[in-house]
């Protein structure tokens, strides 16, 4: 009898053992989808093109190194905004879209670095990738975001100049002479988006000709970079 209940007790041992590990590794699991959910990077729906990408800059981004894709497009008030407009400013040019968690989470620094770094020439484009969306949800995001730089509506055309989006968010670091100095995909940390602009604004900002400062401001740009950026999105 007392070798029985043994046997007995020791199986039930078992079964509460296999139990216990089963619910643990159940949690773990959760937990670490739950943490990769937060930190995820979207990606752009396959009828957009492109193969998804990585967060920070890759392998070899498309776009650095090469001047800025030109372009004019349409604010929420219907306002027309050129590339052009802002010669000679800092420029970050940042995809979003309504529905890309991570564009949310970085809009705000964005707004906070616009303020920080507008004294020496920096400036923030944020293109919606999402027109079909509505100018009423694109708006009440940026409202709740806090972001008073312009919004931009994308045509299609210029995620297609900017070499697809093949991820969000994506932004691109314009220099003052035009040119992309940084590029990335993805969620980025905060001080890595305040790295890029120091870089972006360092980059021209000690041997611009003074005839280059004098030309008209650049204007933010939205993101390929939903800014590469992404470091970035809104």
Known sequence: MKRMALVIGMMVFGISL???AGW??????KLAMQRAQESKIELIPDNKGGAPGTA???DGPKMRGKAAPGFTLTTLDGKKVSLSDYKGKVVLVNFWATWCGPCKVEMPWFEEFHKQYASQGFEILGLADDVDAGKEAIAKVATK???TYPIL???GKVQTAYGGLEVLPM???VDKSGTIVVQTA???SKDEIEANIKKTIASTGATAPSSNMQM???RPLGRSALQVVRAGAL
């Open 186 to 188: 993805g969620l980025g």
């Open 216 to 218: 008209g401001a650049l």
């Open 56 to 58: 920070g800059e890759g």
């Open 145 to 147: 975001t806090g972001v």
């Open 24 to 29: 643990h590794n159940l949690r773990e699991r």
């Open 18 to 20: 296999m139990l216990w």
């Open 153 to 155: 509506l994308t045509d």
């Open 171 to 173: 932004s691109f670091y």
